[in-house]
Every structure is written in C-alpha cells, then in structure tokens.
Nanobody, 122 residues
Framework: QVQLVESGGGLVQAGGSLRLSCTAS????????MAWFRQAPGKEREFVAS????????SYGDSVKGRFTISRANTKNTIYLQMNNLKPEDTANYYC???????????????WGQGTQVTVSS
C-alpha cells in the first residue's frame, strides 16, 4: 500500500509562487508514475502534471504549461510542483497520485493523497 502526503499549500496573491511537495511511503513499484491533479469546488478533477521515476519524462495540462514545473527528488519518493505566476483560477485542492507506470497525460492512478489547498487571491 502506497501512502502519499502532500504539503506546501496556502494562500498567495495572483502572480505569486508556491511549491507543493508530495512524499510517498510504501513499495517503490507503486510510485513509478506520479502526478498532480486538482479539483476546485463544483468542478471536475483536472490533470495538472505527471513525472516518470527517473524524472526525465513529464507532461502537463494545457492550463498550466509554461507556469508549473513538476520534478522528482533524487531519492525518488518525493515529487514537487513549482507553481509560478499563479492565477485565481488555479485555486483548488491539489492531490498527489501514483501508480506502477508513468503515463504522459491523465491516466488512471491507483493511490491518492488527501490533498493540499491552494488559494490564489486577486
């Protein structure tokens, strides 16, 4: 069983930056592919970014391309989401997810964290 714990959310003004972290525990095979999703109240869950085990491959949702960067620590069990030039429409609960293989794009993820709230004020 993989457990994922997110941190780093908070309140920021539009144009500001935040960095989210997600640390995984459990079997390593369950974290070969990791990703960030987000969900705002009343909206469907949205794919944000995904990263491979090596960190060499990544993909992004259209709404965050050029502003967000996903990366993976050398220890491999932690991923980050650097969010720059934040906009009010980025306000959402951000979830970390993992599965046994990397997928470019949304995909189906097996394990999920509890989420961390990001609020961007205008």
């Amino acid at each position: 069983q993989v457990q994922l714990v997110e941190s780093g959310g908070g309140l920021v003004q539009a144009g500001g930056s935040l960095r989210l972290s997600c640390t995984a525990s459990g079997p390593a095979y369950g974290t070969y592919g990791m990703a960030w999703f987000r969900q705002a109240p009343g909206k469907e869950r949205e794919f944000v970014a995904s990263v491979s085990l090596s960190g060499d491959y990544s993909s992004y949702g259209d709404s965050v391309k050029g502003r967000f960067t996903i990366s993976r620590a050398n220890t491999k069990n932690t991923i980050y989401l650097q969010m720059n030039n934040l906009k009010p429409e980025d306000t959402a609960n951000y979830y970390c997810a993992s599965k046994t293989a990397y997928t470019a794009g949304p995909g189906e993820y097996t394990w999920w964290g509890q989420g961390t709230q990001v609020t961007v004020s205008s």
